[in-house]
């Protein structure tokens, strides 16, 4: 967002008494601004605020500029949850899938076929660039919250835009579940400690389980329908260009959050993204809307 001070009187009325950021945006002329930042907002008190730092020497040891930066800061407040106590939330925007080079063709005396092939060798190359960028600040983020929590024990929870989608590849070791030359039982003791979990799947397991049961006790020739049936959704898009769509935003949490984990505190019980303003937008409420859709869980504490 552009006006963080303007958004934490926006919030406050509906309840957010706490607001923070760890930069601001730019402004290029009076109004105009450039360079967003995130924010996070609170009804339970912020105790903490930090802007999480790279690790210059891994980003080295992995092949990284020795000056890495995230291409925006990545919050993270640790906030004093009911039941819970306290709980690291990080915010983030990676890094886009917009080329990382700009071609500067008005300078250039190119013919029209001249223009066209630097544009896709610019578009190859750049936009690689940009994967390269936004999978290291997701894999130097990653390191940064196994050694946060290690040092406090807090739960995590990882929200915002991420700009690619969990399952090709480029940002799936933020829900690794694999560890190699250590025994199963430390393997998967470490790996619920230490790993993230989409909510979307928690919220998929919950659904399971409840579907499960309610399908016990009742015939199911007479629902007409099967168990798998039943609990069956499909996930919502947050983003759409041109004619595709794909899931950009997401929240992951810790072990505590999971229904199937023995200490977890809390459980997803709802799953929605509000996409009213991308669907079915109508100008003067949706004008100056996000063009993404906004993911939202609901959670309830275990009995």
Partial sequence: MFSPDSLKELV??????????????QIIDDFIYKR???????????????????NIELAATIGLADDFAFS??????????????????????????????????KNQKWSPEKTIIESLKANVAGGWGSTIK?????TLLMI???????????????????????ADGVL?????????????????????KYCLNDGWDLFQAVRSNEGNESNDAIEIEKAKLKPTQAITQTRTPTHYFGAGSSVLDYILFSCEFDASYHDSLYQVSDYHTYDRHLINPIFDRDGESTDHGIVLVTLTLRS
């Fill in 12 to 25: 406050k009325k509906q309840g957010y008494s706490y607001f923070e950021v760890v930069d601001q945006p």
């Fill in 36 to 54: 967003p930042v995130v924010a996070i907002a609170s009804r339970y008190p912020i105790v903490d605020i930090h802007a999480v730092e790279p």
């Fill in 72 to 105: 925006r800061k990545i919050l993270r407040a640790t906030i004093d949850i009911p039941h819970m106590g306290y709980c690291d939330c990080y915010v983030v925007h990676f890094k886009s899938k917009r080329s990382m080079i700009e071609l500067d063709e």
């Fill in 134 to 138: 936004r999978g290291s600040e997701a």
């Fill in 144 to 166: 940064d919250m196994i050694e946060r929590r290690e040092a406090t024990d807090y739960p995590m929870v990882l929200m915002g835009d991420f700009n690619n989608t969990l």
């Fill in 172 to 192: 799936s070791h933020l829900t690794t579940n694999t560890l190699r030359f250590v025994s199963a039982i430390d393997r998967d003791a470490y790996l619920a």
